[in-house]
């Protein structure tokens, strides 16, 4: 069965950084591209970010284009999320979830709690 | 961005009842259009795509249509297993965006 598992959450002062792993088996990993898409508390799910099997291609929402970095490393079949500048709006529960060539995610982590907040 | 506009917020239905559950798109999304479901504490679930293809190892009572910018979930004989979040995603333009959420209690 495949499974992925995010760590790397918990409280962040605004302003401040954190870095969210998703580490994944039961697949080969480096044949999908892998997003990460949060929510909010009282909030719709929210895309964030995607990348590409080999890292070529990568698409960032607009709300955190330029303060969240995607990367991914395949010989360990972990994805990253590198934060920084966070604001209180970034609190949510973030998600990794895999991608679909017809743009859906077929399989989703079980979330990692981010909550920005002095 | 496409905005996916998702009703109702929350329902509550009785076992074996017919559940529909919509998603209005502000433009043609051309049947790119899927549902998840989430239940409590666990990671969502894809349901369906391509606006009524099922995802293998889904129920047969759960069913998807619509067309242009009108789309619904179904779920014929509501089961207790069942109660859950629901979200549809539109796959046709970047960004992927999503609709706000239907919570499904069993009555």
């Known amino acids: 069965e495949v499974q992925l598992v995010e760590s790397g959450g918990g409280l962040v002062q605004p302003g401040g950084s954190l870095k969210l792993s998703c580490v994944a088996s039961e697949f080969t990993f480096s044949n999908y591209g892998m997003n990460w898409i949060r929510q909010a508390p009282g909030k719709g799910l929210e895309w964030v970010v995607y990348i590409s099997s080999g890292s070529s291609y990568i698409y960032y929402a607009e709300t955190v284009k330029g303060r969240f970095t995607i990367s991914r490393d395949n010989a360990n079949n972990a994805l990253y999320l590198h934060m920084t500048s966070l604001r209180s709006e970034d609190t949510a529960l973030y998600y990794c979830?895999?991608?679909?060539?017809?743009?859906?995610?077929?399989?989703w982590g079980q979330g990692v709690m981010v909550t920005v907040s002095s | 961005d496409i905005q996916m506009t998702q009703s109702p917020a929350s329902l509550s239905a009785s076992l074996g009842e017919t559940v529909s559950i919509e998603c209005l798109a502000s433009?043609?999304?051309?049947?790119?259009l899927a549902w998840y479901q989430r239940k409590s504490g666990k990671s969502p679930q894809l349901l369906m795509y391509a606006a009524s293809r099922l995802e293998d190892g889904v129920p047969s009572r759960f069913s998807g249509s619509g067309s242009v910018t009108r789309y619904s979930l179904k779920i014929s004989g509501m089961q207790p297993e069942d109660e859950a979040d629901y979200f549809c995603?539109?796959?046709?333009?970047?960004?992927?965006?999503f609709g706000g959420g239907t919570k499904l209690e069993l009555k």
């Open positions: 979830a895999r991608h679909v060539d017809s743009g859906y995610f077929d399989y």
């Open positions: 433009e043609d999304i051309s049947n790119d």
């Open positions: 995603q539109q796959s046709y333009k970047y960004p992927p965006t």
